[in-house]
């Protein structure tokens, strides 16, 4: 079992920035990809980025060059970078981890999830 919490979300105006960080419970960390996902009000939670135990990492287009994701192992945590955020991306943004190790962008593909966190982007 894997027990996530994510935090960092706030208020930003256009153009800002956040970092997200999940904190993950559970020793198998380092073997688990993991993902962050975002649910805009009245929309589907949609991919954001994912990264492997290794590095290996992939992102949604609408977030290439903006957005890095990270994770350290050690600590046991992935962290999204946010930068030159949009109003568009206010969401509840959610960490997910997928015990097969996959670099998946489909929620399915996801075992267990964080609470998420909210993240508003004023115009």
């Known amino acids: 079992q894997v027990q996530l919490v994510d935090s960092g979300g706030g208020l930003v105006p256009a153009g800002g920035s956040l970092r997200l960080s999940c904190a993950a419970s559970?020793?198998?960390?380092?073997?688990?990809?993991m993902g962050w996902f975002r649910q805009a009000p009245g929309k589907e939670r949609e991919f954001v980025a994912a990264i492997s135990w290794s590095g290996t990492f992939t992102k949604a287009d609408l977030v290439k060059g903006r957005f890095t994701i990270s994770r350290d192992n050690a600590k046991n945590t992935a962290n999204l970078q946010m930068n030159s955020l949009k109003a568009e991306e206010t969401a509840v943004y959610y960490c997910?981890?997928?015990?097969?190790?996959?670099?998946?962008?489909?929620?399915?593909?996801?075992?267990?999830w964080g609470q998420g966190t909210q993240v508003a982007v004023s115009s």
């Open positions: 997910a981890a997928d015990s097969r190790g996959r670099l998946g962008t489909r929620e399915y593909e996801y075992d267990f």
């Open positions: 559970g020793r198998t960390f380092s073997r688990y990809t």
